[in-house]
């Protein structure tokens, strides 16, 4: 067994970063490439992986301190020290010194004449900007463009950001100019010397020497011997929030970043437990266990909204407590959510169902034969599926970032069942392409389901509008809350007789509440006049729903 120090490696120029969070403790045993720090500078969080493996003797840093390319992090005992890639033969340490002093002459002889051209370079010319030095030759990946074709950018300006599982970093431009064309799009993997922008760049003087061909053709002969440009350098460190995501202030790094991708995990709703509240792995898999364990989330107020302060009700009389069953507290806090996040608007209207229940009386004799109760529900699925076809803006939802509109070809429609369990919505589909009879059946076969809590999640899933009827619960209207991300809702209430003037006198019809509540982001008064008006005609004319 042999000691190995392990140093900090090139970190692409970002001197004096910080250690904001050490992942190894002394007796731990580490494996190759496994993170042992995480340095951050003004620019840029990176995570350092080991190159060695072995157990930890002791730590040579501090949470606090700053560290440049070569200072030492830690001591660990490796089972072989021959693999210390420190002792350099003593031949390849003579054939670094000799490109060394044959380093200036080479650049002398390269630069003079590149000088020729500087007076001729025009007044604007096109240059690409490329990756800089990353400090790896693996790939990485292009998470975000900052710039567009057409915009000017000074130097220094970030042009992409791109993470690995170690590093996130932005590139910056290393000259001034236009954007006049992007070589890379996000998603892309790229590695150092990839071309990502062409810029126009006006008297770029400096530039032309940079770009001219004799220096590119004399660096690889000086690279072993010649320090890289400050500007190239200091490249990979010019990275703005890297623990943070497109300038949230999520602080997290790019390897928790990378496994909450892989999850599908939304960073904002997981709480950061380690250092200056930075999100860590161990956070992220406590996230995931409590989201299996099915712990419903808090409802008792919403984002910015003062909470219902605590009362002690036994203060004034007798209490009893009972907890929430877990369909309860899902309930409430789907309710709460969807009040707060939809813009609601409600339009109430009467429907004319007396020639349709004249109707339902005449098929009793028939349903008796098919075993199926034609109860008014078949026909409001059946009306309403009309209605959507016609009306397709009732059947879309909004993208979750609210750009785009999703319009859906089927026609699946929601029913709120009251259970002893709680509230269910059961998904009845293709429903414009089924009987009143098909209908008549489904609707108690699914509603059994429900009440027997027998339903399967995927039958609760995929509609694109809903009907809640209180039946003959009784009242004479109410407010739906939308059920998002479907943009309509449909309240049914008690039937009853009422008068209703034919134009000659008043006659006794029976008329159906009706209360239409809708997402105004998507649905304006002039889209929801139109649904309900042809809702409200097709149930007090049924024989248009045939046409």
């Known amino acids: 067994m042999a000691k190995q120090q392990i140093v900090v490696p090139d970190i692409g120029g970002a001197e004096g970063a910080e250690v904001i969070e050490l992942l190894v403790a002394v007796g731990d045993v580490i494996a190759l490439e496994q993170s042992l720090l995480v340095l951050e500078s003004d620019k840029a969080s990176m995570e350092i992986p080991s190159s060695h493996e072995g157990t930890v003797l002791e730590v040579l840093t501090e949470v606090g301190k700053e560290l440049s390319e070569g200072d030492p992090i830690l001591l660990l005992e490796v089972a072989d020290a021959g693999a210390d890639s420190a002792d350099a033969p003593a031949d390849v340490v003579e054939a670094e010194e000799e490109v060394a002093a044959a380093a200036p002459a080479e650049i ?29 030759d693996d790939a990485v990946e292009v998470i975000e463009l900052s710039v567009s074709v057409g915009d000017v950018v000074a130097e220094g300006d970030s042009l992409v950001v791109l ?22 799009k996000e998603g892309d993997s790229v590695k150092q010397g990839d071309d990502l922008m062409v810029l126009k760049v006006e008297a770029p003087a400096a530039a032309a020497v940079a770009s001219a061909p004799a220096v590119k053709e ?149 349903g008796e034969k098919r075993g199926v109760k034609l109860t008014p529900l078949p ?16 059947r879309s939802s909004l993208t979750a970032d609210g750009q785009e509109l999703v319009c859906k070809q089927y026609i699946h429609i929601g029913m709120a069942v009251d259970t002893p369990a709680g509230l269910l919505v059961p998904v009845i589909r293709d429903v414009d392409k089924k009987t009143v009879w098909e209908l008549a059946e489904e609707v108690v076969t699914i509603a059994g389901k429900a009440r027997d809590r027998k339903l399967k999640p995927v039958e609760m899933q995929g509609a694109c509008f809903t009907i809640s009827s209180l039946g003959n619960i009784g009242g004479t209207g109410f407010t739906p809350i939308v059920n998002a991300p479907e943009v309509g809702i449909l309240g049914v209430s008690k039937a009853s007789i009422q008068p209703v003037w034919d134009g000659k006198e008043f006659q006794p019809r029976k008329m159906l509440p009706l209360a239409l509540s809708y997402d105004h982001r998507v649905v304006n008064g002039g889209d929801a006049g139109r649904f309900f008006t042809q809702l409200v005609g097709l149930l007090s004319d049924i024989r248009k729903l045939i046409l």
């Open 163 to 184: 993470e690995s599982d170690k590093a996130s970093m932005e590139v910056p431009a290393d000259f001034a100019g236009e954007i006049l064309q992007i070589l890379a």
């Open 108 to 136: 002398a002889a390269a630069v003079a004449p590149v000088a020729d051209v500087v007076a001729a370079v025009p007044v604007s010319t096109e240059r690409t900007a490329t990756v800089p030095d990353i400090g790896s």
């Open 379 to 394: 026909f409001m699925l059946k009306a309403c599926a009309v209605a959507l076809r016609d009306n397709p803006k009732f």
């Open 218 to 366: 004399a660096a690889p002969a000086t690279a072993a011997a010649v320090p890289a440009p400050a500007a190239a350098k200091a490249e990979p460190a010019a990275v703005s929030t890297a623990g943070k995501s497109g300038g949230s202030s999520i602080y997290a790094g790019p390897a928790v970043r990378k496994m909450a991708r892989e999850f599908g995990l939304d960073l904002d709703k997981v709480g950061g437990t380690g250092p200056r509240g930075r999100v860590v792995k161990e956070d992220l898999h406590d996230f995931v266990k409590k989201s299996l364990s099915g712990a419903a989330p808090k409802v008792s107020s919403g984002s910015g909204i003062p909470p219902i302060p605590e009362v002690d009700f036994s203060a004034f009389g007798p209490v009893e407590s009972e907890p929430l069953s877990r369909m309860s507290k899902l309930t409430a806090a789907n309710m709460q959510r969807n009040w707060l996040n939809v813009p609601h608007v409600t339009q109430f209207d009467d429907a004319d169902i007396t020639d349709l229940e004249a109707f339902r009386a005449d098929m009793k004799a028939e």
